[in-house]
């Protein structure tokens, strides 16, 4: 149903860019070598790098957008650091030039995502790909009405689905929504798609902006019958998911006696 793999290694996650020295907004940033990144790569933890040779063209709203996405990532314990490649590096991370535009991503000395550095284009990018890819076991991605109806059928009786459509992968509602899975993934299923054509089968006609549903399946003892839908009325911030999702908690009914 959901993992329990990421617990392990979720407080050790961290995130590193290797790239060209850039003297002004990022000095923030720490540098490493190659050979230093590689050997601080321990079992379990997560990291990103980013590898560039020393004197390759600076990359410098590549890094400005980095360097917005340092506090954040630490707020999920994942730390930002970039490392510098030179000529002479063997590693096959700095080596040809193609390899040069990709992010990888590691877990321990495990290589787990590539990401071409135009799918980091910003901030919202970069936390929201990066979260993501570590969730990979606690977010499903659906693409048909079908694989949603499989999914709500498995959790009745046993839990909720956090249920939500983004235009795309890296926009800031899909951040947001990858912010909330890493605080209730262990809680609820969250379930994504980029598909319009299954946000239009469960009858949402306003398919312009993203959307988040509530399926209250774990309440739903009868597996003929479909969970209860609640659709969340405000954009798809971190904190507006974070507020619908703490009321989706409440008691339905409250009784007040005078």
């Known amino acids: 149903m959901m993992s329990f793999s990421f617990n392990g290694f979720r407080v050790g996650i961290s995130f590193v860019m290797m790239c060209t020295v850039y003297k002004s907004a990022v000095n923030s940033l720490p540098e490493l070598s190659p050979q230093r990144y590689f050997s601080t790569l321990q079992a379990g933890k997560a990291s990103l790098a980013y590898f560039c040779q020393a004197d390759s063209p600076s990359t410098s709203v590549f890094l400005e957008e980095l360097n ?31 390899d040069l535009l990709k992010a990888y991503l590691f877990r321990g000395n495990i290589l787990l995502r590539e990401f071409p550095t135009d799918t980091l284009f910003d901030e919202n990018a970069i ?29 009745k009786g046993k839990a909720n689905i956090a249920f939500s459509y983004v235009r795309a992968i890296g926009t800031p509602e899909h951040r947001a929504v990858m912010e909330a ?64 999702i703490k009321s989706m908690e409440a008691p339905l009914l409250v009784c007040v006696l005078f």
């Not at 650091?81 to 590096?89: F, M, P, T």
């Not at 798609?193 to 309440?219: N, R, V, W």
Request: with cysteine; hydrophobic share 40%.
């Open 127 to 155: 936390i929201a790909h990066v979260l993501f890819a570590l969730l990979f076991n606690e977010v499903k991605y659906i693409t048909t009405p079908e694989d949603l109806q499989n999914i709500e059928n498995a959790l």
């Open 181 to 244: 899975a890493f605080v209730y993934g262990n809680t609820y299923q969250f379930v994504l798609t980029t598909e319009i054509a299954l946000l239009e089968s469960i009858g949402m006609e306003d398919i312009k902006y993203a959307h988040l549903y509530f399926f209250h399946c774990k309440e739903v003892l009868d597996l003929t019958q479909q969970c209860r839908r609640t659709l969340m009325g405000q954009p798809l911030t971190t904190v507006d998911i974070y507020r619908f």
């Open 68 to 98: 917005k996405a340092v506090k954040p990532l630490q707020d999920y314990g994942i730390s930002v650091a970039k490392v510098n490649c030179v000529k002479e590096e063997t590693s096959k991370y700095c080596g040809k030039e193609k």
